[in-house]
T-cell receptor, first 112, second 115 residues
Framework: GENVEQHPSTLSVQEGDSAVIKCTYS??????FPWYKQELGKGPQLIID?????GEKKDQRIAVTLNKTAKHFSLHITETQPEDSAVYFC???????????FGRGTSLIVHP | KAGVTQTPRYLIKTRGQQVTLSCSPI?????VSWYQQTPGQGLQFLFE???????NKGNFPGRFSGRQFSNSRSEMNVSTLELGDSALYLC??????????????FGPGTRLTVL
């Protein structure tokens, strides 16, 4: 089955810095890669996603890149703010499988 | 559109008891998945229901069961509770498509504490 590795497990940055979280996947048939943000006491919320026919996608301060050859994808957050502090999860899924495989999560701490 | 709702938000039970959690999906979504989240294990998939049928199942013991109703609402039941069942139980709904690009939307979760 699919295996998703996520790094780092903890990331501490200063407000205004950029943050990058990386994930690798094992199943070359995976074609959809969502990213979720989970704040304390809440469920994960979708923040951005990318499909395998696209190499990069941006939404304001957030961007995701996908390298299908290397089987890895990354979340980039620019100009970080304290409210970006949360746990971020990556996931990968493929056709015929309705359930995404999640990474173990990255705790992002943005210091004011 | 209203999001995924879960009830109750918090539960405290003792070992040996059973518990039922409820999830109402986003209107129009036919798939409901359940996850267990603990600090050490991350998001662990329990099962997925689509049109009242269990379509996918994770590696949990038979004490964990679920069902889905005709209006897509779902319930999850845990019998003979153990201390290790203490966790945040998350429900996620989606349209249920099979092309791999089906987005899951999560509810706020039910925090279960077993004493």
């Amino acid at each position: 089955g699919e295996n998703v590795e996520q790094h780092p497990s903890t990331l501490s940055v200063q407000e205004g810095d950029s943050a990058v979280i990386k994930c690798t996947y094992s199943d070359s048939a995976s074609n959809y890669f969502p990213w979720y943000k989970q704040e304390l006491g809440k469920g994960p919320q979708l923040i951005i996603d990318i499909r395998s026919n696209v190499g990069e996608k941006k939404d304001q301060r957030i961007a995701v890149t996908l390298n299908k050859t290397a089987k890895h994808f990354s979340l980039h957050i620019t100009e970080t703010q304290p409210e970006d502090s949360a746990v971020y999860f990556c996931a990968a899924s493929r056709g015929g499988s309705y359930i995404p495989t999640f990474g173990r999560g990255t705790s992002l701490i943005v210091h004011p | 559109k209203a999001g995924v709702t879960q009830t109750p938000r918090y539960l405290i039970k003792t070992r040996g008891q059973q518990v039922t959690l409820s999830c109402s999906p986003i209107s129009g979504h036919r798939s409901v998945s359940w996850y267990q989240q603990t600090p050490g294990q991350g998001l662990q998939f329990l099962f997925e229901y689509f049109s009242e049928t269990q379509r996918n199942k994770g590696n949990f013991p038979g004490r964990f069961s679920g069902r889905q109703f005709s209006n897509s609402r779902s319930e999850m039941n845990v019998s003979t509770l153990e201390l290790g069942d203490s966790a945040l139980y998350l429900c996620a709904s989606s349209l249920g498509g099979l092309d791999g690009t089906d987005t899951q939307y999560f509810g706020p979760g039910t925090r279960l504490t077993v004493l």
